[in-house]
T-cell receptor, first 115, second 116 residues
């Protein structure tokens, strides 16, 4: 069964600083990986996804993530944090066709941005 | 625009009552899911359905029931057997056999259920 672990339930950065949110996965097959963002009392919105093409994936709002098979990681980064980036971020994993299509989510990381 | 609609956004339940949360999608997705969200626990899968008239229990199905009579609709009933129903409930949908461009799940805006 696949799973994801998000390191750090809260990450605090200053506006303009680098954002790094960590995600490690466990899967028996090369997975599909996703990052979602959630603002208070709203649903989840897809930021970016990895589906076995380029290992460096660019998403919306200036975020990107790199798939590293050797480290089983899919960390999310943004060079310069903005106040509007404050939200909850979820890493998720599913299998490619032939495996389990059901997405499994990490526990989430709350990003706090200080002025 | 295609998407998922959950209603109501806020719901209050008295002790011993059953309540039903609505979820409708017009994305033509085969799979639909219900997740429960509690602070610090991420999203936990309650039920999922791959096809009309068929659904499977997720990790925390006790005290919940679902139906899938139409492809577009996947309502969730929170029964009186669910002892701690106060939470944020999210409905999602996805393709079952995606190409590389259709792999992600789409989410509704959620329903916040509170026991009063």
């Amino acid at each position: 069964a696949q799973s994801v672990t998000q390191l750090g339930s809260h990450v605090s950065v200053s506006e303009g600083a680098l954002v790094l949110l960590r995600c490690n996965y466990s899967s028996s097959v090369p997975p599909y990986l996703f990052w979602y963002v959630q603002y208070p009392n709203q649903g989840l919105q897809l930021l970016l996804k990895y589906t076995s093409a380029a290992t460096l994936v660019k998403g919306i709002n200036g975020f990107e993530a790199e798939f590293k098979k050797s480290e089983t990681s899919f960390h999310l980064t943004k060079p310069s944090a903005h106040m509007s980036d404050a939200a909850e971020y979820f890493c998720a994993v599913s299998d490619p066709p032939g495996g389990s299509y059901i997405p499994t989510f990490g526990r989430g990381t709350s990003l706090i941005v200080h002025p | 625009d295609g998407g998922i609609t959950q209603s109501p956004k806020y719901l209050f339940r008295k002790e011993g009552q059953n309540v039903t949360l609505s979820c409708e999608q017009n994305l033509n997705h085969d799979a639909m899911y219900w997740y429960r969200q509690d602070p610090g626990q991420g999203l936990r899968l309650i039920y999922y359905s791959q096809i009309v008239n068929d659904f499977q229990k997720g990790d925390i199905a006790e005290g919940y029931s679902v139906s899938r009579e139409k492809k577009e609709s996947f309502p969730l009933t929170v029964t009186s057997a669910q002892k701690n129903p106060t939470a944020f409930y999210l409905c999602a949908s996805s393709m079952v056999f995606p190409g590389d461009s259709n792999t992600e799940a789409f989410f509704g805006q959620g329903t916040r259920l509170t026991v009063v």
